[in-house]
């Protein structure tokens, strides 16, 4: 993973340019480079080695998923959204270049994801179509901005389990388990093992929202590289709040056994990595 983790940031120091005008370029690569944990192209990556799939569309997959992740944080950091100055370890991009530039710089980071998915060789059309169909349909109004959408509506709303829960399947869990099938798409896979596939992509997703809501009120700020307890301030309903931490943490353990036994009806037998990052995305502190 080391060196898949390696490829994946020699392609993005190289497709996210330097010299767009005005200094987006700047604030463009101040925003994706140099920091993350880099999941979701991890993910892309390790489901095409699963299905023996193309290598060159999956790091094609794995750069613009995390362009649209990364043009996510950097609108949500803002202040008529989160209003939040840590990213990463450093200050947000707005704080950093002002609330225009990072306005643009989201916008231009989402444009060339759509771009990279789309080379002129390399990668074939129906190939194309169908990442950049997956990719757009779990960044827009049914997956991550739909879920960003319900959580500005919900600061200061009692919500049910069921509705958190459906809110963070868009919000967080629609660009993983995208990021999964994505990975999935670049090589041949029967229904059954792209169902298989899809249930793991969306059992990690909402491990991952779960654990996020852990950690936010049992780390620091120089732990997560980002705000601490920012979602008790702004009195937002989450996992924690409505659970408990306690039952936070059996949920989350419940979801990684859900995404292994996903993956062992899969019929996959080269989904190692699958596993190792579902156990990953819950054992992590940050």
């Known amino acids: 993973m080391r060196r898949e983790l390696d490829a994946v940031e020699r392609a993005l120091e190289s497709w996210v340019p330097s010299d767009a005008p005005a200094g987006l370029g700047q604030a463009m690569r101040y925003g994706v480079l140099d920091g993350g944990k880099r999941l979701r192209p991890l993910l892309v990556i390790a489901a095409c080695e699963a299905v023996d799939g193309l290598r060159e569309a999956a790091l094609r ?5 995390e362009l649209i992740h990364a043009y996510s944080l950097v609108h949500d950091d803002m202040p ?3 209003n939040d100055v840590l990213r990463r370890g450093k200050p947000t991009v707005h704080v950093q270049y002002g609330e225009a530039q990072a306005m643009l710089a989201g916008d231009a980071m989402q444009a060339l994801a759509f771009e990279i998915l789309t080379p002129d060789d390399g990668v074939p059309p129906a190939l194309q179509a169908r990442l950049c169909s997956l990719l757009a349909r779990s960044a827009g109004h049914a997956g991550m901005a739909g879920g960003q959408a319900i959580d500005l509506a919900s600061i ?3 919500l049910d389990e069921a509705a958190l829960r459906d809110m963070h399947r868009r919000k967080t869990g629609a660009l993983l388990q995208a990021s999964v099938m994505m990975g999935a798409a670049c090589g041949p896979a029967s229904a059954a093992a792209l169902q298989a596939l899809a249930d793991y992509g969306a059992a990690i997703g909402l491990a991952f ?7 936010d009120v049992t780390q620091a700020s120089e732990t997560l590289g980002k705000t601490a307890g920012k979602d008790l301030h702004h009195n937002k309903p989450t996992y924690v709040s409505v659970l408990g931490l306690s039952a936070a943490r059996r949920h989350a353990a419940e979801l990684r056994d859900q995404a292994h036994a996903a993956l062992a009806r899969s019929g996959l037998s080269h989904a190692a990595h699958l596993s190792v990052l579902a156990d990953k995305v819950v054992e992590r502190e940050s």
């Open 209 to 215: 929202q779960v654990v996020d809501d852990i950690l």
């Open 61 to 65: 997959a794995a750069v613009a998923v």
């Open 156 to 158: 200061g709303v009692s």
């Open 80 to 82: 008529c959204m989160d």
